[in-house]
Each structure stands twice: as structure tokens, then as C-alpha cells.
């Protein structure tokens, strides 16, 4: 993910079960999709909603930090990056901690 925002707010809303962040990104809203993917603070989401300033996702209640952002916390957005965007550095397919014997 590239980073296209420095930190923005965002809204958590809860309908039902379903936890969504509105986030006010206007310099990464205009570069996503719906259905695309979206970096929020480091997590991978998908993109569920999208307006001229502002993008949505949902995020689990249970197994993410970002089901507790309060109204107004703000959080770190980015985009994709695109298989014709320069890369500096390496891609690695696995990543290896420790080695066991």
C-alpha cells in the first residue's frame, strides 16, 4: 500500500452487526473503488462505500483495533500499489521470523 493521505478522521458507525468506519480521505477517496482494497492504519480493507471526500469499510468488532476508533480518531489511509507503480526495495512472497531446530 502507498500512502496517499496523512492521518484523517474517521467515523465509526454500527448498524446490526456491521461495524463500518466512514473515513474523510479527499486525496485517497478519488484513487478507490468499491470493492477495491484500502489501507486503513496498516489493515487491508475493502472499500464498501465510496464519496467525493470520504471512503467506508467495514472492520470486525472482534478481531480488529479499528472496531475501536472513537468518533473523530484518526487513523492512517492508502491505496493499492499498481503492478506499473516503481517499486524501491524488494517483493517477498514469504517471510521468514526464526528458525527452528
Same mark, same amino acid.
Given at each position: 500500500?502507498?500512502?496517499?493521505?496523512?492521518?484523517?478522521?474517521?467515523?465509526?458507525?454500527?448498524?446490526?452487526?456491521?461495524?463500518?468506519?466512514?473515513?474523510? /480521505?479527499?486525496?485517497?477517496?478519488?484513487? #478507490? @473503488?468499491?470493492? =477495491?482494497?484500502?489501507?486503513?492504519?496498516?489493515?487491508? !480493507?475493502?472499500?464498501?462505500?465510496?464519496?467525493?471526500?470520504?471512503?467506508?469499510?467495514?472492520?470486525?468488532?472482534?478481531?480488529?483495533?479499528? /472496531?475501536?476508533?472513537?468518533?473523530?480518531? #484518526? @487513523?492512517?489511509? =492508502?491505496?493499492?500499489?499498481?503492478?506499473?507503480?516503481? !517499486?524501491?526495495?524488494?517483493?517477498?512472497?514469504?517471510?521468514?521470523?526464526?528458525?527452528?531446530?
Amino acid at each position: 500500500m502507498r500512502a496517499a493521505n496523512s492521518d484523517c478522521a474517521a467515523t465509526p458507525t454500527v448498524t446490526g452487526t456491521t461495524n463500518r468506519l466512514i473515513i474523510e /480521505a479527499p486525496n485517497t477517496a478519488d484513487a #478507490l @473503488v468499491v470493492g =477495491g482494497s484500502a489501507s486503513v492504519s496498516g489493515a487491508c !480493507l475493502s472499500v464498501v462505500e465510496l464519496g467525493n471526500s470520504f471512503f467506508c469499510v467495514e472492520v470486525s468488532p472482534h478481531r480488529s483495533t479499528l /472496531a475501536g476508533v472513537p468518533p473523530g480518531g #484518526l @487513523v492512517s489511509p =492508502g491505496v493499492s500499489v499498481q503492478g506499473r507503480d516503481r !517499486l524501491d526495495g524488494h517483493l517477498v512472497h514469504e517471510h521468514v521470523d526464526a528458525v527452528d531446530r
